[in-house]
């Protein structure tokens, strides 16, 4: 069971995960669907990577939030690197997002060359070697 989404999953063959998700007409209710092990991972590298920054960006909120209310002049001071920070912050989350999508869609990309018949680029790289 995966812990993020509850979702039962198995592993039946090397690049494939059969998900599934409880509706359907499939064998004792539940439906199976196939899921790209590199496309799974991905995504939750990445989330867990924005929710790490996110939570951190949290803590220091807080943190901003109690030197301002404490209105002492060397806490107001500091909460500009603070905010600073929470900014850079901000831009590691869109990063992240920007690079998730590049990553996904070249995965998908590979697959459907794959689909379709044509080699994909890491059987030509494992080939040359």
Known sequence: ???TTGIAIASPK???KRVKDGGGDAKNGEEEEECDVEAWDTLSKSFKQVQSVLDHNRDLIQQVNANHQSKIPDNLVKNVS???EINGNISKV???YSDLSVNFSNI???RRRVKNGGESNLE???NES
Do not use: F, G, Y
């Open 1 to 3: 069971m995966d812990n």
């Open 14 to 16: 090397p690049n494939k």
């Open 82 to 84: 603070l905010i600073r």
């Open 94 to 96: 869109m990063s992240i």
């Open 108 to 110: 998908v990309q590979e």
């Open 124 to 126: 030509n790289n494992s």
